[in-house]
């Protein structure tokens, strides 16, 4: 690419076939450059570990969901695990009847998941409620909100469940295009609407009909094929408020009003991983782990910082006046939204940080492709 960016292998799915293609969009995996060395610093704030556990080998980003002081989490095999997220004391542990494509979602009682049978799943504690057959893969956790199943297919269609007994309530889908992006999209509830990617636009669909409130783009497609074209929005999506922030897959990160379906500002950013968001700033990588900060009101560049480079970074996280994000050798680094200088480092198990942190009543909560689950507290 002319901008000296190397993209990681892209997950797509090829309508009318049957297995999703692992692509190299420009380069081969022994042609991958050296992470770059950890810099030495002196920490400028403080962290402890407030517990950790393990759960099971994890392969897809999303694993980690938090409500009213319960952590769910769910691992490749299909264990899917209930938590105290204070003290990390089990809570209760479920089995699905299949491995897992995507994370679990959670309104703090139920818990859905997607197996790789093309089914989701519901539990109320350890007890298997329904299940339902999917039309396509899922690669996205069910969204669990409003006595409602919400579920994001990867051939970007939407279906929604009534939570409790299974029955199907609507679909909402347009027409597809020929490649679309295997990895977690943006799926989240917001002011009594489900704001839903569908390729690199976000739309606000109705909770109850499935019928579009609002349709902003973020990122246009743009290229000479169709994986060049690819610009889906990459989840999780950032709120603050009204304002709602994400990436379009190695296309753009920008920042929609949901309360007006106005588009704010939009930048051209490769990468493909999600952003960071607070009142301040919108904070990403791109597809070499050189990190940008957006002013989140303008858009304007405030800072970049090029001392990660390809070390395999997370999704990043808005924590106070930090930002964290993961990397591939088990590294949590925490940045100053400010400046982009680096505040602190910790550890994990070792194994790639997956998806994106999330923040939960103060902790910082990471999953690990190892399983390992780890709960951080940061000022």
């Known amino acids: 690419m002319s901008d000296g960016k190397r993209p990681r292998v892209a997950r797509l799915l090829q309508h009318g076939a049957t297995l999703l293609l692992a692509l190299f969009l420009v380069a081969c ?3 991958k450059p050296k ?4 810099e030495a610093y002196t920490p400028s704030i403080s962290a402890h570990l407030q517990w950790s556990t393990a759960i099971g080998s994890i392969a897809f980003p999303l694993s980690i969901a938090a409500r009213d002081g319960r952590l769910f989490a769910a691992s490749s095999d299909g264990q899917i695990v209930a938590l105290n997220a204070q003290s990390g004391a089990e809570l209760w542990r479920a089995q699905a009847d299949a491995g897992l494509t995507a994370g679990v979602g959670s309104d703090g009682r139920l818990a859905a998941v997607v197996t790789r049978n093309n089914e989701v799943q519901v539990f109320d504690g350890a007890r298997l409620v329904w299940k339902q057959r999917l039309p396509a893969a899922v690669a ?12 994001l297919a990867v051939d970007r269609s939407v279906q929604a469940f009534d939570a409790l007994d299974g029955r199907r309530l609507w679909q909402f889908q347009r027409p597809g295009d020929a490649l679309t ?6 799926l989240m509830a917001a002011r009594n609407q489900i704001v839903v990617g569908q390729g690199g636009r976000l739309l606000a669909l109705d909770a109850l009909r499935g019928t579009v409130n609002w349709d902003v783009a973020i990122g246009t497609p743009r290229g000479t094929n169709e994986v060049e074209r690819l610009a889906d929005l990459v989840g999780p999506a950032a709120r603050v408020g009204d304002r709602v922030c994400a990436r379009a897959f190695q296309n753009a990160v920008g920042c929609v009003d949901i309360a007006r379906g106005a588009l704010l500002w939009t930048r051209p950013a490769g990468g493909t991983a999600a952003v960071a968001a607070s009142a301040e700033r919108v904070v990403g990588g791109d597809a070499s782990d050189r990190l940008t900060a957006w002013n989140a009101a303008t858009g304007e560049v405030a800072w970049t910082n090029e001392r990660l480079l390809h070390r395999g970074l997370s999704g990043a996280l808005a924590v106070g006046a930090s930002v964290v994000l993961g990397d591939s050798e088990g590294w949590l680094h925490v940045l100053s939204q400010a400046d982009g200088s680096l505040q602190l480092r910790l550890s994990t198990d070792g194994k790639p940080v997956l998806g994106t942190p999330l923040l939960h009543q103060g902790l910082v909560l990471v999953a690990t ?4 689950l780890f709960a951080y507290r940061l000022p």
């Not at 992006?181 to 943006?186: D, K, N």
């Not at 492709?369 to 390992?372: E, I, N, P, Q, T």
């Open 35 to 38: 992470p770059a060395p950890l």
């Open 29 to 31: 995996a022994a042609d």
């Open 181 to 186: 992006l295997a990895q977690a999209g943006v």
């Open 140 to 151: 996205t956790a069910p969204l669990v909100a409003g006595e409602r199943v919400f579920v």
């Open 369 to 372: 492709r190892g399983g390992g």
